[in-house]
């Protein structure tokens, strides 16, 4: 089945303690993004992954850094979290073209106090 | 700036009772319009693609209309199933395959 997967889908941490969420294709899609969606502001785009080992900064990348190292993973990486990085986190991946749709993970909410 | 809003921010219906849900944009040059639906703890599903004004596109109980600054999802005879967000989103000429989201509508089917 064609999917993106997300792990861990619940993560409670606490302020300045790194953590990484994962995310897996299995589609052979080059583009890969993370949004957070977050009440009141709706889904807003955090990086995204053109292709192996480009990645670039989308409306929001403060306080997250990403890596692109294989063509189905794309984790987020949150070296300091903090309170205001709380909220529900979707990776999504399409194929490079504007034809394709993203498909988006079933997300991962996380908690930091 | 791009900017999507979606209107209304809840809606709620009878089962049966038709009606639309309103997304107006306002960007610089569009690629493509999409919708998504969205279940409570799941990712936005993929529902259709709008490329260009007077398009429509249609999926059960669901059509989907672009004009120059609007599109609508019409629903048809809804039953409680459909029930969910509806999201709406763009894609801008060069960008890259960014999705600028509106906040979307919650729509209630009830039985």
């Known amino acids: 089945e064609a999917q993106v997967t997300q792990n861990p889908r619940y993560l409670i941490t606490v302020t300045g303690k790194k953590l990484t969420v994962t995310c897996s294709q299995n589609?052979?899609?080059?583009?890969m993004s993370w949004y957070r969606q977050d009440p009141g502001l709706g889904l807003r785009q955090i990086y995204y992954?053109?292709?192996?080992?480009?990645?670039d900064k989308g409306d929001v990348p403060e306080g997250y850094k990403v890596s692109r190292k294989e063509k189905r993973n794309f984790p987020l990486i949150l070296e300091l979290p903090s309170p205001n990085q709380t909220s529900l986190y979707f990776c999504a991946s399409s194929g490079q073209s504007y034809n394709s749709p993203l498909h988006f993970g079933n997300g991962t909410r996380l908690t930091v106090t | 700036e791009d900017q999507v809003t979606q209107s209304p921010e809840a809606l709620r219906l009878q089962e049966g009772e038709s009606s639309s849900l309103n997304c107006s944009y306002t960007?610089?040059?569009?690629?493509?319009l999409f919708w998504y639906r969205q279940d409570p703890g799941k990712g936005p599903e993929f529902l259709f693609t709008?490329?260009?004004a007077g398009e429509e596109k249609e999926k059960e109980r669901l059509k989907a209309t672009l004009t120059k600054k609007e599109s609508f999802l019409h629903i048809t005879a809804p039953k409680p199933e459909d029930s969910a967000t509806y999201l709406c989103?763009?894609?801008?000429?060069?960008?890259?395959?960014?999705?600028?989201f509106g906040k979307g509508t919650l729509l209630t089917v009830n039985p």
């Open positions: 589609m052979n899609h080059e583009y």
């Open positions: 992954s053109m292709n192996v080992e480009v990645t």
């Open positions: 709008l490329y260009s």
């Open positions: 960007v610089s040059g569009l690629r493509g």
């Open positions: 989103a763009v894609q801008v000429r060069g960008s890259n395959y960014k999705l600028t």
